[in-house]
Structures are given as structure tokens and as C-alpha cells.
């Protein structure tokens, strides 16, 4: 009996004490990531990002985060650019003459009586490298970055005191560098020649028979020269400035770019989730992301991480170190959701693409963990000691 007792005392003491030592070091339990706490108090440490608790005013200045704009990185004129003949295109030349007789005209036949004007239309030529063609009886023409009206012009005046009052017309057949190149989620991608009243971007699209990707997940890249910018294709079909004028030796390609964010922490599932829209707010993403979970979430604790780019940080930290012109700014927006109004705020804070969602445990969720190991812990104990009483009653 003396045994017994003492035994239990000792299993007791060393609860007893196991308890004391495990409230005293609870933050070295298993955790999914840092508390509320954490991540709010250490921004007082200078640490490597910046704290933002979003507010109306906060959320103000996130509508200033925009993606590329055609229309500002690729100004166009009201009315498209004329193309112009270059090497490697294919032209005729047609000649017309005010009577028969001439060089480029039917002889007169014998005993017939003819009137009217008289043509020839020259056989298809490909202007070669030194931009230029031939027409009989003015020589070589050069017609490399002339437009085929100034053509026309200087092969008249060419044939002026040798044709019989010339007229031409210049027609390009062929073109291959006034058209531009579509390449990506497209269904008929190539070389798309430009016409001459101008081809704005989805005119180019429609004629290559539009994307293969759905449209909310297709990004546009154009290239032209050496400048190459992205944006979403729906932000071209929502505003027409950025439908710009395509000019020849553009380079479309269409990218299928799904739009996701990471749910971590104290959610009921944390996965890449898949935007499925044309944009989400932080109230879809915790609700795609199965909600905050009640036995561990902290309301209190909702973050968003984010690199952000350097205008939005700029206004939201000027005075920041970690603000650099050229480079993005590691950002975490707080949300407290015990407020009534976050859950308003989280409805009008849009998610950007690779977010992370952080939902933070809840204070108690460390000693609701030492509990449990502990309470697994006393019935290993209370087993043991059954197995002690019954050794004991045995002897």
C-alpha cells in the first residue's frame, strides 16, 4: 500500500512539474507559423518588411496598383501610321497612258479606229536589298520607306517626256514586314499582315481566331522595338485606350498566366488556391480557402503578404528604408476581423497574384496543445500505475 502511494505521488510531483515547465515554454510547442503577436511586435525591431493595417484610406491607395498600360507605355497617334514599302515585299506596278501608241500601250492597228486610254501592268516584283525596282525605261526605282502614292509619283515623273502622259498605280500584293507577329494561346498564331486603314490589338487577335486559354487568365505581352510589357487581356477589352494600334514588327504573344494565392495557417485549407475569376477579394480568398477554422484561428490575426510594388509602398511608407525605387517592398497587411468593420475592409481588398493569406492561431491555441499532450501524457501515467497496482496485488 505504501508503495502505491508513494508512487503516485511521484507521478503527480512530475506532472506537477511538467505542467509548470510546459506553460513557462508553451512557444516551443508545434506551431503552423508566428502569432498575431509576433509579427505586429516585431515591427517596432526594424525587421526586413513593413507592417500596414489596412484601413479605408489603405485601401484607397491600393487602387494606384495597376498592371502595365499599353496606352502610357505605347502612346498612339489618333489615326494608325501608313505603312511604307520595305525589302522583301511584293508590288505591281500598272502604267496608263492617255492614247494608244505609247511605250507601254497597244500599237494602233491598221484600217481601226481606237481611243481610250491604254495600260500595262508589270509583272510582280520583290524589292530587293538596295530597296529598289525596276520599271522599264526609268530604270531602278527606290521605294524602301516610301508609301506607294510617293511611289507612284516618282515613277511618273520618271517616264514624264517618254510615256504619253503616264499615270501609275502602285499596289503592294504581298507584305511581310508591315504585319505583325502573334505567337502564344492563340488558335491560328503567324505572321498577321496589317491593313491599311489600321489594326488595333484585338483586331490583330481576331484575325489569328482569339485566344485558346480563358480570357481571365490570359495575359497580353506586346514587344515592340526593345520595350516589352504584360497585362491582363481583360484589362484591354474593359478600356479601349488600351486597344492600341498595332504597328508592323509588333510582337504579340498571348500567355495563359492562372491567377492563385497561397491560404496558410489557421484555415480550413491551406493550398494554392486558384483565383477562377478575373479578380478576388480578401473576403473570397478566406472563403475559398474553407473560412477560419473556430477551435484555432485568431481573428484578430489576418495577414496578408505581399511584395509590393514601389509607387503603393512609396505612398504607404515614404519614409521607409526598405522603400527603393526600382525594386519591391516586403509588405504584410493586418486585418482584425473581431471589428465589424474589417469584415466590410475585407470585402474591398483585392487579392494580387502569389499572395500569401496568414491567418494567425489564437493565443490559446499553444496551452489547448499542452493540455492535450499533457492530458495524453496522465492516462500513459494512469495505465502505468494500474499496472503497478496490479503487480503489487500479484505479489
Known sequence: MSINVSFRFSVGLALFCALLS???????????????????????????????GVTPGVIDVLKQRRFDSFATRFPS?????????????????????ASAGGLFSSPVAAGKF???????????????????????????????GRSPSAVQSVIEAALKGKAIEPQVIVNVTHSVTNSATVVGEVT???????SVKGDRLLDVLATAGGVRAPVNETF???????????????????HPAENVYIRPGDVLTFVRAPQTFMAYGATGRNAEVP???????????????????DERSDPAGVFVFRNEVYSVARTLRPN?????????????????????????????????????????????????????IIGGGMGMVGSSASIANAAATIK
Open 22 to 52: 510546459g506553460l513557462a515554454s508553451c512557444s516551443a510547442l508545434p506551431g503552423q507559423g508566428p502569432g498575431a503577436s509576433d509579427i505586429i511586435g516585431s515591427a517596432s525591431q526594424a525587421p526586413p518588411y513593413v507592417v500596414v
Open 77 to 97: 497617334r489618333s489615326t494608325p501610321v501608313e505603312p511604307l514599302i520595305s525589302v522583301g515585299d511584293t508590288i505591281v506596278v500598272t502604267i496608263w497612258e
Open 114 to 144: 481606237s481611243t481610250g486610254s491604254n495600260s500595262a501592268a508589270l509583272p510582280e516584283q520583290v524589292v530587293g536589298r538596295d530597296g529598289s525596282i525596276t520599271v522599264p525605261y526609268a530604270g531602278r526605282i527606290h521605294v524602301a
Open 188 to 194: 491560328g498564331g503567324g505572321r498577321i499582315p496589317l
Open 220 to 238: 497580353v505581352e506586346l514587344t515592340r522595338g526593345s520595350v516589352t510589357s504584360r497585362t491582363p487581356l481583360l484589362q484591354v477589352i474593359a
Open 275 to 293: 483565383f477562377e475569376a478575373d479578380g478576388i477579394t480578401l473576403a473570397e480568398a478566406l472563403t475559398k480557402a474553407g473560412g477560419l477554422l
Open 320 to 372: 521607409s528604408p526598405l522603400v527603393q525605387p526600382g525594386s519591391a517592398t516586403p509588405v504584410i497587411y493586418h486585418l482584425d476581423l473581431r471589428d465589424p468593420q474589417g469584415l466590410f475592409l475585407a470585402q474591398r481588398f483585392r487579392i494580387a497574384n502569389h499572395d500569401i493569406v496568414y491567418v494567425a492561431d489564437s493565443p490559446s491555441t499553444p496551452v489547448q496543445k499542452m493540455f492535450a
